[in-house]
């Protein structure tokens, strides 16, 4: 099986613009997280996705959204960018959604706000 | 709230030597615990889990791991290291507390020193 594919795998953005990343999950995986990895604050969770519906949500702005699709695929949408949003951002494929199911990480799509 | 610590950010260690990796959490609740490998330019593979029963959890890459609940810690032991193994070593928790989302410890880096 395929794993997780996230693209693009790099970005370069300036302040104040948007930008979409994506995220296939593992074929038949349902839920789709997404993490922000930076060295200063670690690895945070933004939100999850389980059957186009979001089941979860961490503690960030308004800002960063995302989405689900009927195959699963998920993006995320960050408008106004800020030099903060400098990261690694990580998406991770689950068969279903419950707290024992193995999460299954994408490489991650690097962020560069300028 | 609930939190993570992973009390060495850098650990090195001679190849063929062992090596233990400390997580501690804290939460007043039954918790779910794992521990993931970021290899570098990577994203995140999960090495092992604890859900429940025997609180000795064998992983992978001869990875092994102690869930103590007295002492509210989950360690990371492997008894021979290779220089593959380099690597930055994740401690999460997952509980009611987190709505069952993974709660993460800011990371080990394991360096293997020839």
């Known amino acids: 099986k395929a794993g997780v594919t996230q693209t693009p795998r790099y970005l370069i953005k300036t302040r104040g613009q948007q930008v979409t990343l994506s995220c296939s999950p593992i074929s038949g995986h349902r839920s789709v997280s997404w993490y922000q990895q930076t060295p200063g604050q670690g690895l945070q969770f933004l939100f999850e996705?389980?059957?186009?519906?979001?089941?979860n949500k961490g503690n960030f702005p308004g800002r960063f959204s995302g989405r689900q699709f009927s195959n699963s695929r998920s993006e995320m949408n960050v408008s106004t960018l800020e030099l903060g949003d400098s990261a690694l951002y990580l998406c991770?494929?689950?068969?279903?959604?419950?707290?024992?199911?193995?999460?299954?990480f994408g490489p991650g799509t690097r962020l560069l706000v300028l | 709230a609930q939190s993570v610590t992973q009390l060495d950010s850098q650990v090195p260690v001679f190849e063929e030597a062992p090596v233990e990796l400390r997580c501690n959490y804290s939460?007043?609740?039954?918790?779910?615990l794992f521990w993931y490998v970021q290899y570098p330019n990577q994203g995140l593979q999960l090495l092992l889990k604890y859900l429940s029963g025997s609180t000795l959890v064998k992983g992978i890459n001869g990875f092994e791991a102690e869930f103590n609940k007295s002492q509210t810690s989950f360690h990371l032991r492997k008894p021979s290291v290779h220089i593959s193994d380099t690597a930055e070593y994740f401690c999460a928790v997952s509980s009611m507390d987190s709505n069952y989302q993974l709660i993460w410890g800011a990371g080990t880096k394991l360096i293997i020193k020839p």
């Open positions: 991770a494929s689950s068969f279903s959604a419950g707290p024992e199911e193995t999460q299954y």
């Open positions: 996705y389980f059957s186009e519906t979001q089941r």
């Open positions: 939460s007043s609740v039954s918790v779910y």
